[in-house]
T-cell receptor, first 116, second 113 residues
Framework: AQKVTQAQTEISVVEKEDVTLDCVYE???????LFWYKQPPSGELVFLIR??????QNEISGRYSWNFQKSTSSFNFTITASQVVDSAVYFC?????????????FGSGTRLLVRP | DAGVIQSPRHEVTEMGQEVTLRCKPI?????LFWYRQTMMRGLELLIY????????DSGMPEDRFSAKMPNASFSTLKIQPSEPRDSAVYFC???????????FGSGTRLTVV
């Protein structure tokens, strides 16, 4: 069975601090995909990144970076120099391969509050 | 590209009434998913389709829920009869292929009173 765990329910930081959101996943599939989505107060789900299981390279996009480590089944997300507009709920998600029929399973989310 | 389009954005209905939520996926996307989001249960996958065929409906909570995809450009999620515990935000998402990026609609906020 697939599972995504986001142990941090809520994080509060002061603007310009760096913050890391943790994500741990479980799957028996050898081919799978990991995602991060942002849900701002307006409610929509915004796609941030997709990573496949064969690509362990870290990725940086502006102030955002992602650290994928298969050895620890983790896919952590770091925001550098956080801003108030980063305040949102962030979801990590997993889409498994053939055994799991590529269903997209979400973690419970981490609510990030960035204070001015 | 208009993205995934859901209607209505908000729906308020009385307990016992039938509710139909609608979704238009992105053209060319082979996969369509229905999710429900609540505070207690988070984002739950209800059902998904591949090429208009339901593949997995194990997340559909009860027989009161049904979903159809009569063609590649339209899907419905129906609740009959509705109950207050069905109050939630219902999202539709589509994907080009398995494992590709999933694009979500803006959601339908359903309130059953």
């Amino acid at each position: 069975a697939q599972k995504v765990t986001q142990a941090q329910t809520e994080i509060s930081v002061v603007e310009k601090e760096d913050v890391t959101l943790d994500c741990v996943y479980e799957t028996r599939d050898t081919t799978y995909y990991l995602f991060w989505y942002k849900q701002p107060p307006s409610g929509e789900l915004v796609f941030l990144i997709r990573r496949n299981s064969f690509d362990e390279q870290n990725e940086i996009s502006g102030r955002y970076s992602w650290n994928f480590q298969k050895s620890t089944s983790s896919f952590n997300f770091t925001i550098t120099a956080s801003q108030v507009v980063d305040s949102a709920v962030y979801f990590c998600a997993l889409s498994g391969g053939v055994d799991s029929s590529y269903k997209l399973i979400f973690g419970s989310g981490t609510r990030l509050l960035v204070r001015p | 590209d208009a993205g995934v389009i859901q209607s209505p954005r908000h729906e308020v209905t009385e307990m016992g009434q039938e509710v139909t939520l609608r979704c238009k996926p992105i053209s060319g996307h082979d996969y369509l998913f229905w999710y429900r989001q609540t505070m207690m249960r988070g984002l739950e996958l209800l059902i998904y389709f591949n090429n208009n065929v339901p593949i997995d409906d194990s997340g559909m909570p009860e027989d009161r829920f049904s979903a159809k995809m009569p063609n590649a450009s339209f899907s419905t999620l129906k609740i009959q009869p509705s109950e207050p515990r069905d109050s939630a935000v219902y999202f539709c998402a589509s994907s080009l292929r398995a494992g590709y990026g999933y694009t979500f609609g803006s959601g339908t906020r359903l309130t059953v009173v």
